[in-house]
């Protein structure tokens, strides 16, 4: 039953029902997705999905036929983690599990079908990992399940090829060795701290060191092998990175308190090696940990199906595997399908939208004979395509061939820790060898004792801690508002940046609106009620926005309805007729070539006005561009026509560089020209931007969902949040100056510790409270300074 509740919230999905809801078991819904998911889950005792969360659903929008391809043997074994003896294994990627109730109900599938025999959801990564009997239940019926309670599987060409990588846990290992030596080495060393004078004590001390030795050893050879063999690299490469001291001062630690246990000097250092290494893991390990769930490396292959529909030679349609297309064939494109390939449109009317490829943000109207390039969407109807290219050499995939997409930002980057690391390795060195050459002129006998002391106490542990816990901190806090940064190399190179380019479409303006205007003389209501007829025959998305527009006007029924391809529509009733298209179309002379989208409108061939579409930019960029300018250069790329540089340049209020009709290749060079200035980073959202993304030293690509595609990327910035930006890039110098106040605090240990060192009196229990004390202050005050200097950022998403 159609009710009229203007104020409703559906009870599924929490959206506004708006003026046409539909009513069900006393319970309002948006639309009759929502209406049958909750039927489906009453029926099947799952109604416990609603008590968790309030509108937790997600409105099904999906077209069975879109799945077909599952039916081919060969596309579902290349798919399937595990398929022996009738039980088949998937792990699929859900980008519409936000909460407790979707774990709840996708991990209680088999209520819906008894052949699930158990499914596992892994909410971070957005992933359900389900087990089913394939006997009387497919993959692609278990998809079709899925997307009709609103949990729509994202399938793409790029889980088609990918290779399972295994998970490297050998951080984990090393810390969990460093972090059991050094505890059991500080339990053998409390004797030796407090000089405990007992029998047994005395009796076994030499065991308790030996064990000492043994706990340590396997620390030295393998959890802290990868700063032996880092600083091995950078001194073949004549670099002395920060590794260097580490690895001279774990080195310098193991071999003196060797030499110290095995001629009975004393008890060694053991404690302060195990400890470092711990610590220097620690930082590494909360470093590293960062969001894994997201992936930055995307390519054409997250936003390519994985089949297409190809027409054979007895003029049958079969389902084939992307990779099999080649040159020659026939291929069916449906309505909203991506062209995976260069070809000829052969049959049907074509509009294709290529604004993730190229910026260009209207459709384009294409006739039989005409080009289309891979990566465009269809908007019309079915058409019939010729492949002229294969999916390796189409446009598309052509743009990935560059360079750019293999470069390694990181190589060429100097992290502040690494610089800091010359200076203090050469430092260290010398005031050792000073030390050293005194004390052999002074008394010899101590020379060699000072000279470890030095290189043992002024280890650069603090400073190596400094920039994992200050960045990694930093990368937590952006990820709360909804940036999401690779790594913190990234939010280094974010803090030096000179220049920042904005993409426009998609980048600037949001996807989620456009703006209709009306300009022209006023339609009747009889007038409105045919436009809204005649628009309804249409699949042009132009049509489909006029028509939600209109949606208060009643349906007329038509005498004659005509479609000109790229043209227009015309509607017939006995009294009247209205066209809407373009101006030429309609018989308007005097319109000049637009430079902005819009349809023109006339009633019994009197030209009536047109409703111009404007792009709808977001909210606040006037105060973005305004906060930035002094601190960056600023430019705007765009693949779009120029229509819009003069509303631009009103809602930006100051001169501003502005470039039009920018392709692919155009805006890498530019990037990459403008590098030459300094550090640049780069804000878009298509596969057009790719090269420009991967080009730049700061990639940052803006999505209104992180989950579903956007191109690879430095960073995935949550685009309600953008005009924000200039908020976390004043956060990234922040923390590069926090920073540097952590090697102040460092550098007062080491003056204290080398005090000790340099007089001969360094003690191991000396050691054993300093260079803990100074690792533990470093992570407190680092973890303190981020929180206090993000406190007021407070975004609003």
């Known amino acids: 039953m159609q009710v009229c509740m203007e104020h409703s919230n559906c009870y599924h999905c929490g959206d506004p029902c708006g003026a046409r809801s539909v009513e069900f078991d006393e319970k309002v819904f948006c639309c009759q997705g929502c209406k049958v998911v909750y039927e489906i889950f009453s029926t099947n005792g799952l109604e416990y999905y609603y008590d968790l969360e309030d509108a937790a659903g997600t409105s099904p929008d999906f077209k069975p036929q879109k799945y077909e391809y599952l039916d081919n043997p060969d596309i579902v074994d290349r798919l399937l983690e595990f398929n022996e003896e009738g039980i088949q294994v998937i792990e699929l990627h859900i980008p519409s599990i936000h909460c407790s109730s979707c774990i709840w109900v996708l991990e209680n599938l088999n209520r819906l079908n008894s052949s699930i025999k158990s499914s596992q959801v892994d909410f971070p990564r957005k992933k359900v990992r389900v087990t089913f009997e394939n006997s009387e239940f497919t993959l692609k019926q278990l998809v079709v399940l899925l997307s009709k309670i609103g949990y729509e599987p994202a399938l793409s060409l790029e889980d088609f090829t990918r290779k399972k990588s295994p998970v490297d846990r050998s951080l984990l290992y090393k ?21 405990v004078q007992e029998f047994w004590l005395d009796q076994y001390k030499i065991v308790f060191r030996w064990l000492m030795f043994a706990f340590s050893l396997p620390v030295v050879v393998y959890a802290a092998r990868d700063y032996f063999i880092s600083a091995y690299k950078g001194l073949r490469s004549r670099l002395l990175n920060i590794d260097v001291p580490i690895a001279l001062g774990v080195l310098t630690l193991f071999v003196r308190s060797t030499v110290d246990i095995l001629f009975d000097f004393g008890s060694g250092f053991f404690d302060s090696l195990t400890g470092l290494v711990f610590f220097l893991l620690v930082g590494k390990f909360f470093q590293q940990k960062t969001y894994a769930f997201l992936s930055f490396e995307r390519d054409y292959k997250s936003y390519f199906p994985i089949a297409v529909t190809r027409i054979n030679a007895n003029k049958e349609e079969e389902n084939v595997e992307i990779y099999k297309v080649k040159a020659g064939d026939t291929l069916l494109i449906r309505n909203q399908e991506i062209i995976p390939v260069d070809c000829v449109l052969n049959h049907g009317d074509a509009q294709i939208d290529y604004s993730f490829v190229t910026g260009e943000s209207q459709a384009v109207v294409k006739k039989a004979g005409d080009m289309l390039y891979a990566g465009g969407k269809q908007l019309g109807g079915i058409v019939e395509v010729e492949t002229l290219k294969s999916v390796s050499q189409s446009y598309l995939t052509q743009l990935w061939s560059n360079a750019v997409f293999s470069k390694n930002k990181a190589s060429g980057f100097q992290t502040i820790t690494d610089a800091i690391g010359k200076r203090f390795t050469l430092a260290v060195l010398s005031i050792a060898i000073i030390a050293a050459g005194f004390w052999l002129w002074y008394d010899p006998g101590k020379a060699l004792n000072v000279f470890t002391a030095v290189l043992i106490i002024a280890c650069p542990c603090a400073i190596a801690l400094a920039a994992p816990f200050t960045l990694g901190n930093m990368l937590r806090i952006f990820g709360k508002y909804g940036f999401y940064l690779k790594d913190t190399n990234t939010l280094e190179r974010m803090a030096q940046t000179a220049s920042v380019v904005f993409d426009k479409t998609g980048t600037l303006t949001t996807s989620d609106e456009n703006q209709i205007v009306y300009e022209g003389m006023e339609l009747t209501p009889e007038e409105a ?8 025959a249409s699949n042009h998305p132009l049509s489909r926005s006029l028509y939600q527009l209109l949606q208060e006007y009643d349906i007329q029924t038509l005498d004659e309805f005509t479609e000109e391809a790229g043209k227009g529509l015309e509607g017939r009733t006995d009294q009247q007729s209205i066209k809407v298209g373009s101006a ?138 953008i005009t924000h930006l200039w908020r976390f890039m004043d956060l990234a110098k922040q923390s590069i100056s926090i920073i540097k106040w952590s090697f102040v605090l460092s550098l007062c240990y080491n003056v204290i510790g080398l005090y000790f060192a340099v007089t001969g009196q360094l003690e191991p229990v000396v050691a054993a409270i300093l260079m803990p004390l100074s690792s533990i202050s470093i992570v407190v005050f680092t973890t303190v300074s981020t929180n206090f200097i993000a406190r007021n950022l407070r975004i609003k998403s």
């Open 529 to 536: 009620s045919l436009l809204k007829t005649t628009l309804r």
């Open 584 to 721: 030429g179309f309609v018989g308007e002379k005097g319109t000049k070539k637009p430079v902005e989208t819009a349809v023109h409108i006339s009633s019994n061939n009197v030209y009536k006005g047109r409703f111009a579409f404007k792009n709808t930019y977001r909210e606040g960029l006037s105060q973005l561009f305004s906060r930035l300018k002094d601190k960056v250069g600023l430019y705007i790329l765009s693949g779009d026509n120029e229509g819009e540089r003069q509303t631009l340049g009103q809602l930006i209020s100051f001169p501003l560089p502005m470039f039009f009709d920018q392709k692919p290749e155009d805006k890498l060079v530019f990037v990459k020209d403008l590098q030459e200035k300094g550090k640049v980073m780069m804000v878009g959202d298509g596969l057009n931007d790719a090269g420009a993304l991967a080009q730049s030293d700061v990639g940052v690509a803006i999505a209104e969902n992180v989950n579903v595609f956007s191109p690879a990327s430095d960073a995935i910035l949550d685009g309600k949040i």
């Open 175 to 195: 810390l969990g060795v460093a972090g059991f030596a050094f505890g059991n080495v500080m339990l053998l060393s409390f004797p030796e701290y407090f000089e």
